[in-house]
């Protein structure tokens, strides 16, 4: 409804300054009544609480195509030459403002979410945990101890008059990450917090005697345990508990129940490099597309495993991380207070671990280390641990990649359509080592950020742009939601799912699809 009345104003603008460009005495009377019709549009979008920033160049031009349309109207003489001067700046610049006032609502776009495909009301809850057995290793203080905000997903009961949280509860989070690579102001992504989601805040469990598989997210360095909101709707839809931990310290922005605030510490990986380091970083990137390309296997396991080798920083990481998902589960299991609710519907029998970037790689040491957990997804993440160049997956594994053929173009210098798919993944050698089932997709003109809702943050613009890569927003959305409900579905409830035994031609854009190392069509 918000983007309705929006669009229609927009129309009413547009309309109201063709109007004003034409001949007075011919239609000046329309040119005041489109006036009239935008400024009634934009009081009715403000009453309804539709006020954004996006939008305030509208409201304004509005006011003033009222105001020029009623004084051309009683003033219509254009015989002076100064006057003729005046109307042919006033329509470059009604021109000029109205591409401004159509192009701010169209680039950072409102829109209704669809909601989830399950059958199940959502509840949402946000969980304060402390590891009094664990001391903090990312600060300087002996007696801090390892603290984590939890939100959790699950099937709910009845939310009659309840309301939905927004889309974004918070713009901190999402605006930390936003501000590293494009400095903006904050009230830049303030318009997300006007769209409503599915989750409902604290709604009551669902009364039954079913009891729910358990599956874990863990979002990406710098990211935050939000970054996936929809597909953590889905699951839930579906009959899931979920629960999404934020990465104290190594998450963007996290605020606790009692209202401090935890930021990223790992802000020295963003400090620019120097221009040696550039030209370095340039020549390796040049050759390992070459080697991903085309390489031998032996040359990409070599690649591969000096890349896990030299990361200890992150490796160790990956080991706080698998600790935070081993320790959530042991307070889910144990009934802390605050997961009573969560406990009395959970099957501790059915639990998965899948995660973004550096928590894929977190969902995959956790399955390799922890006899509880059934299957792991890795979105995009290159499999980092202690000694991952080692694992054996025991367990079903899916692996979803993004189209490295656009970091290989940049790394080549050349265009994306001139390369063809790689020959190898970055988990490829996790695939081979494998002893349980195994799958590997990848998603067509998709980067590393599309594995995650900022896709649908920004839209057009990031589509526009190219940020988050040329693929379609809610294409993505699909994929992401589809398969890996699927796998889940497969493989902690034991549903057939076709969807992963060929390419679906729901979505074209998975161009790669490999079961046990063997591509199917």
């Not at 918000?2 to 547009?14: D, E, F, H, K």
């Not at 199940?120 to 009094?132: A, F, M, P, Q």
Request: with cysteine; glycine share 6%; aromatic share 10%.
């Amino acid at each position: 409804m918000i983007q309705l009345i929006q669009n229609v104003l927009l129309l009413a603008l547009a309309l109201s300054v063709i109007l004003n460009c034409l001949p007075v005495q011919k239609f000046g009377k329309y040119a005041i009544w489109a006036g009239y019709l935008a400024a009634c549009l934009v009081i009715i979008d403000i009453l309804s609480g539709n006020f954004r920033w996006q939008m305030i160049i509208a409201y304004v031009l509005a006011l003033l195509m009222l105001v020029l349309s009623r004084f051309r109207k009683s003033n219509d003489s254009t015989t002076k030459w100064w006057h003729k001067l005046l109307f042919s700046g006033y329509v470059i610049i009604s021109i000029l403002i109205l591409t401004v006032a159509i192009i701010l609502p169209t680039a950072f776009v409102m829109f209704k979410l669809p909601s989830p495909s399950g059958k199940y009301d959502v509840g949402v809850k946000d969980i304060h945990l402390i590891d009094n057995n664990r001391k903090e290793s990312l600060t300087e203080d002996e007696n801090d101890l390892r603290e984590l905000m939890v939100r959790a997903w699950y099937p709910a009961g009845s939310i009659e008059n309840a309301n939905p949280e927004p889309f974004v509860k918070e713009i901190e989070p999402v605006y930390e990450i936003f501000k590293r690579s494009l400095p903006i102001p904050k009230f830049i992504l303030s318009h997300l917090k006007k769209i409503p989601s599915h989750s409902y805040p604290d709604a009551l469990e669902l009364r039954t005697n079913s009891k729910f598989p358990i599956v874990v997210f863990n979002h990406g360095l710098s990211f935050y345990a939000s970054q996936n909101k929809l597909l953590m709707e889905e699951l839930a839809s579906n009959g899931y508990i979920v629960l999404s931990i934020n990465h104290t310290y190594d998450a963007s922005w996290v605020k606790f129940t009692n209202g401090e605030v935890k930021t990223l510490k790992s802000e020295g990986q963003y400090k620019a490099p120097k221009q040696e380091e550039i030209e370095e970083w340039k020549a390796k990137a040049k050759n390992d597309a070459k080697i991903m390309l085309n390489g031998t296997y032996e040359e990409y396991y070599k690649l591969i495993k000096e890349n896990l080798d030299t990361n200890e920083d992150i490796n160790r990481k990956v080991q706080i991380w698998t600790d935070d998902i081993s320790f959530v589960l042991d307070q889910l299991e144990n009934g802390e207070r605050q997961l009573t609710l969560l406990n009395r519907m959970a099957d501790f029998r059915k639990i998965g671990v899948f995660g973004m970037s550096l928590g894929g790689a977190a969902a995959g040491k956790f399955c390799m280390e922890d006899s509880r957990c059934n299957a792991a997804i890795n979105m995009d993440g290159t499999q980092f641990g202690q000694d991952a160049i080692t694992y054996q997956f025991t367990k079903p594994f899916m692996m979803l990649n993004g189209d490295r053929r656009i970091d290989y173009a940049r790394a080549l210098e050349t265009e994306v359509e001139k390369i063809e798919l790689p020959r190898y993944e970055m988990n490829d050698f996790l695939i081979h080592q494998s002893k349980n089932i195994t799958y590997n997709l990848v998603v067509d003109k998709s980067v590393h950020g599309s594995f995650s809702d900022f896709l649908l943050m920004t839209m057009d613009f990031g589509s526009w742009t190219g940020l988050l890569g040329k693929i379609d927003p809610w294409a993505m959305k699909g994929i992401l939601d589809d398969y890996s409900l699927a796998f889940f579905n497969k493989h902690l409830k034991g549903i057939e799912e076709h969807l992963l035994d060929c390419i679906s031609k729901n979505h074209p854009e998975v161009i790669k699809f490999e079961v046990n190392n063997e591509i199917v069509k």
